[in-house]
């Protein structure tokens, strides 16, 4: 089973650029590495997804280097809006029953 | 919004007791999935569906089992309900290729065992 480790918490001032990174490993080169956003008594919902180099939508950008064995979550020019829980998913496809992967999610605190 | 349901939305139960949990979708999407989500944990995979009457067990599985009989609907079942089982339950949907393609997720199933 894929291994994810996220840092716990982080704060930002409003307009600044927040960066979190997810270390994980036994991912499959095939694999897709997504993040989603959860706010409190909400489910999970979608930011970005990419399997290698960098991915960039209309509300963040991903990059992932060669190795793949962690992932940037880059969220450009924060506001008090983005404050959230912020989770990681890896896909595992080894032997077995394919399995997904959260990491414990990070806690981003944007301050004005 | 991803036309997804849950039902119910809250639940108090007593150990020792059968639990099903619901999830309906209006999407018509192949994949289901059913999580928990606790404390410390993050979410965990505790069940998905690829198609009707095709599943496939997630990392905590021991003591929930699922059936989906038609495309709408994916059921998770407790057979005989824990403490440990007391968290909130989320169902996904997602209308991908694969397994780990975008999920969009419903608003959660509070379960509290007494």
């Known amino acids: 089973l894929a291994k994810t480790t ?15 990174t997810c270390s994980h490993n036994n991912i499959a080169t095939n694999d ?3 993040w989603y956003q959860q706010f409190p008594s909400q489910g999970p919902r979608f930011i970005i997804q ?10 963040a950008s991903l990059f992932i280097p060669a190795d793949r ?11 008090l809006s983005d404050t959230a829980v912020y989770y990681c998913l890896v896909g595992d496809g080894g032997a077995g029953s394919y399995q997904l992967t959260f990491g414990k999610g990070t806690k981003l605190s944007v301050i004005p | ?15 020792g007791t059968p639990v099903t949990l619901r999830c309906h979708q ?17 979410l965990r995979l505790i069940h998905y569906s690829y198609g009707v009457k ?24 407790l057979e005989s309900a824990t403490s440990s ?8 949907i997602s209308a991908g290729t694969g397994v780990d393609d975008e999920q969009f997720f419903g608003p959660g199933t509070r379960l509290t065992v007494l």
């Open chain 1, 6 to 20: 996220q840092p716990i918490s982080m704060d930002s001032y409003e307009g600044q650029e927040v960066n979190i």
């Open chain 2, 26 to 42: 209006t999407e018509n999407h192949r994949y289901m999935y059913w999580y928990r989500q606790d404390p410390g944990h993050g």
């Open chain 1, 69 to 79: 064995k962690s992932s940037t979550l880059s969220l450009p020019r924060v506001s």
């Open chain 2, 85 to 92: 089982q007391t968290s909130v339950y989320f169902c996904a």
């Open chain 1, 50 to 59: 990419g399997y290698k180099t960098k991915v960039t939508n209309e509300v």
């Open chain 2, 1 to 15: 919004d991803a036309g997804i349901t849950q039902s119910p939305r809250h639940k108090v139960t007593e150990t």
């Open chain 1, 32 to 34: 897709y590495i997504t």
């Open chain 2, 54 to 77: 095709d599943t496939d067990k997630g990392e905590v599985s021991d003591g929930y089992s699922v059936s989906r009989s038609k495309t709408e609907d994916f059921l998770l079942t």
